[in-house]
Every structure is written in structure tokens, then in C-alpha cells.
């Protein structure tokens, strides 16, 4: 059985032709069990989530995510994810284009030392991090560890990657004849970046923001060692999430959970848009 084809000449609201629908009874079959599948592992959790948060009405939620250590902790942890997804946004793209562009030795290894923090478990990260900053005896003699700027940095330790490997092949895939066009044309570097280039790597900016985003917001192991998890300091949603759960308040740990979800939700939605009005193929 196939879905019923549009109309030929039909446009969508931005003007662009839209592609008549071609699923098959195979392709239906498989639209199905990933659907259940997705739901299985993904908004079935979700929704069981957002239902404990809402038991007790909307007073216990607000007091859940309004008390001081809770309420603290959230924004120490928002606050740093924002921060160091838009450190991440201008240092992972810079990256990507060195690594794309430029020829250089050692340049294979760096490409392997890019993805250390994806292969780490994050427990392992925390000690790395903890052997290199957080002893004032330590190679680096810099001791940053029980303190917010801990947060920082093992923000920074485990989302390096996301925009690089996103932007990466993005890059490789330009034209570069399109390039040296705006430059015949008497565009200067900066214009070509700006107006040739960076449309074409918004989506895949914004893909490497979003995940980066996510990833700090729920960041917890490489955090366990270095920030000391201090109360009003260091600690973090995900460590009070935990310590609701071990308390038997589960309502509380849902609520921190979804206003997490609901601030990431946002997040996504929010670089789309910017994406789509900065490319011009979104």
C-alpha cells in the first residue's frame, strides 16, 4: 500500500517543490518498528518522566525546582552548558577548518586526539582531569578542582567534539570552485566565509551545538572527581537528580529532569530557526 502522491506542481510555504510520497508496504513495515522501537527506548521514558514530575500538582513541581540547592545547581549547570556551547560553536568550527584546509605534522594524530572524549568513559575523563588540574603539585601546576570553574572545564573536556566532527565533513564536501568565484568577483575572505561558506555549515553547526548543549546538561561522570560536587559551588542537576533518587523523592528528581528536557527542547528548537534563516537552502 503507498501513500497517496501530492499533487504535481505543489509547493510548500517557502516555495519549494515538494516530493510526492512513495511508501511502500516494505517501507511501511519498517516505518513502523522503528517508530516502535524509538518509542520503546525514547518517548515512552520520556512521558513516564513529565508523569512523575506532574504527580503532586503544579506546587510540588515548583517547589521541587525553586529550592535553593535544586534551583542553584540547575542554573550552574545551564549556565555552563550555554557558555561552553558557544566556546564550542567558534573552537570547533576554527578546528574543523584547520583540519579540512590546512596540511601541517601531525596533523593524523590530532584527528585521533579529537575523539579522546568520545572514546573515554566519562568516570576515566574526571581522573584525567583531575591528575592534570586538579593538584597544585600536578604537571600543569593549576588546581581548579572543588570550584565552578571545574564545571567549565569538564564541560569543555567532553563536548570538544561535537561541532569539529559535525562541521568536518560539511567542509569537506564544499565546492571550492564556488570559492574562488566570489573571489573573482572581488569578495574579499570575510565576505566569501560569511556569505558562501557559513550557510552552508549552519545546519551542521547547529547539529554540533545541540548535541554539545545536551551533553554538558547531562554531564555527570566527569564531574564526580574534579568539582567535589559542592552545594552552591560545583554541584550540578544531574548530581541533585541522584541524590533526590537515593532520597526515595522520585517526583523531585522528574521535575529537575523535565526542566531539563523542556530548557534542551527549547535549545534545539531555537538553533533550527537560526540555522534556517542563515542558510538559505534550510
Known sequence: ????????????????????????????????????????????????????????????F?????????????????????????????????????????????????ELVIDVPFALPTIVAGLVL?????????????????SGTSVYLAFLFVTLPFVVRMVQPVLEQLDAEVEEAAASLGASRATTFRRVILPSLAPAIAAGAALAFARGVGEYGSLVLLSGNLPFESEVASVRILSAIENDNAAAASSIAALLLVVSLLVIILLDVLQRRVSPRA
Request: hydrophobic share 45%.
Open 130 to 146: 583531575l591528575s592534570l588540574y586538579g593538584n597544585d603539585d600536578g604537571p600543569l601546576g593549576i588546581n581548579v578542582a572543588n
Open 62 to 110: 515548583y517547589r521541587a525546582i525553586t529550592n535553593g540547592q535544586n534551583l542553584y545547581a540547575i542554573r550552574v549547570t545551564l549556565v555552563s552548558a550555554t557558555v561552553v556551547t558557544i566556546i564550542n560553536v567558534f573552537i570547533g568550527t576554527a578546528i574543523a577548518w584547520v583540519l579540512v584546509r590546512d596540511r601541517f605534522p601531525g596533523k593524523a594524530a590530532l
Open 1 to 60: 500500500m503507498s501513500a497517496t502522491p501530492t499533487t504535481a506542481g505543489e509547493t510548500d510555504r517557502r516555495g519549494h517543490a515538494r516530493l510526492p510520497y512513495t511508501l511502500t508496504t516494505t517501507s511501511g513495515i519498517g516505518l513502523g518498528v522503528t517508530m516502535l522501537w524509538f518509542s520503546l527506548l525514547v518517548l515512552i521514558p520520556l512521558t513516564a518522566v513529565l508523569i512523575t514530575a506532574s504527580e503532586g500538582g503544579w506546587g510540588n
